[in-house]
């Protein structure tokens, strides 16, 4: 009878054999694949016969190239010629035109020309640490302003031709460009804004509010000036950023506004993905009716420079910038885009400046105050921005 003690020793042995017998049939398809990948020619007389030995795996080696090659080519960013570019923002024209009730989701992609890394481009932050095993240095995100895109998106907005936007960034810049609160909804947050957990008032600040803030660990050190004046030891009224961090979920009514997105959803016909990889978004399946309320279909249009898992299920795939999508489909509109212009930032007519006795809470750079930074080149980006882009900003002492 084996006893307790050799059934583990046996249990032990029994899963280092498995681990053992993965290791080698792992090494042994990674020898086929690079061997496979060569011309014939070229095979080594060793290499000619390891295949011949291995030919019972060469089939196996074969799936597993085109599967890798297939990763790989999901992570290039590749970007239409000009001619299928028009095409393609033509066909997005005559889409507009027939559509009565339009969403958009926007991702990372959309704030890159402003200078903020997108998530997962070949620049962008998750890329750069795997890459490196590193982490990047932090850009002080205060700093970037809100791009051609998203000046378009307000005026689309405005001239009532696009109903609600859904953004998965946190930088504040929808809110910056001028859009009205109640035709966004920020579903990760926004760096601007901190909310009373008690009252559920939100605090705009022209900071960043997540300094000392993380994942599960939201307080930003600061209080609600009105329920700190009822002076309850029991009310919670230590304010909270609104970030939802990955593994996170977000349970705000402002900046997230599901309620908002949720309505919109229930009555679009047509959704517009820019500048989005997708992976996160394609998880919340309340975003991806098939059919709106009127049971009429909702058709999907995807603009993003690399793969995304909703490609196979869109009418249009743009693969472009989409500054550059929409400097031109904005003239095909005939609409006129505003600059942005810092002294209209919806952030300056919002925000609630430190009192006194908040000052140390906030090291960070200060939005529409002058005395913090200078500006290195006095190079402004020709054509567009009026103000801000792509100037180096330096802080001073
Ligand atoms: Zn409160």
New binding site residues.
């Given amino acids: 009878m084996e006893s307790n003690r050799e059934k583990r020793k046996r249990e032990h042995k029994e899963k280092q054999k498995i681990v053992s017998l993965k290791r080698e049939q792992s090494t042994r398809l990674r020898r086929l694949g690079a061997i496979l990948n060569k011309d014939e020619d070229l095979r080594t007389d060793e290499e000619s016969k390891f295949l011949e030995e291995n030919k019972s795996f060469i089939t196996i080696a074969k799936c597993r190239l085109v599967r890798q090659n297939e990763l790989k080519q999901r992570t290039e960013e590749i970007e239409d010629e000009l001619d299928v570019l028009n095409d393609k923002i033509d066909k997005l024209v005559d889409l507009i035109g027939k559509s009565e009730h339009i969403c958009v989701y926007t991702g990372a992609g959309i704030s890159t020309s402003s200078n903020i890394p997108d998530y997962r481009g070949p620049n962008g932050v998750w890329t750069q640490l795997n890459k490196n095993g590193s982490v990047l240095k932090t850009q002080d995100l205060a700093l970037a302003t809100p791009t051609y895109t998203h000046m378009s998106l307000k005026a689309l907005v405005k001239a009532n031709i696009i109903k609600h936007i859904v953004s998965q960034n946190c930088d504040g810049l929808h809110l910056r460009s001028g859009l009205p609160i109640e035709k966004l909804s920020e579903i990760h947050g926004n760096m601007f804004v901190e909310v009373?957990p008690?009252?559920e008032?939100a605090f705009y600040r022209n900071f960043d509010v997540t300094e000392h803030t993380g994942l599960r660990h939201h307080k930003t050190g600061r209080f609600?000036s009105?329920?700190i004046e009822l002076d309850d030891k029991d009310i919670n009224?230590e304010l909270i950023d609104t970030i939802v961090h990955f593994g996170e979920k977000g349970y705000l009514n402002y900046p997230l506004n599901w309620a908002g997105a949720s309505e919109a959803v229930s009555k679009c016909d047509l959704i517009i993905c820019l500048g989005s990889s997708l992976k996160v978004l394609k998880n919340y399946s309340c975003l991806w009716p098939k059919k709106n309320h009127k049971k009429k279909k909702v058709t999907l249009v995807v603009c993003n420079l690399q793969w995304t898992p909703k490609d196979s299920q869109a009418s249009l795939k743009i693969n472009a910038k989409c500054d550059l999508l929409f400097e031109k489909l904005m003239r095909k509109l005939n609409l006129d885009v505003e600059p942005y212009d810092k002294d209209k930032d919806k952030l300056k007519q919002l925000y609630l400046p430190l009192k006194v006795d908040e000052q140390e809470t906030c090291k960070r750079y200060q939005l529409f105050t002058t005395n913090q930074i200078k500006i290195e080149s006095d190079s402004l980006t020709p054509g567009w921005f009026a103000k801000g882009a792509n100037v180096k900003f330096k802080r001073t002492k």
């Fill in positions: 009373c008690n009252c008032r609600c009105h329920c009224c």
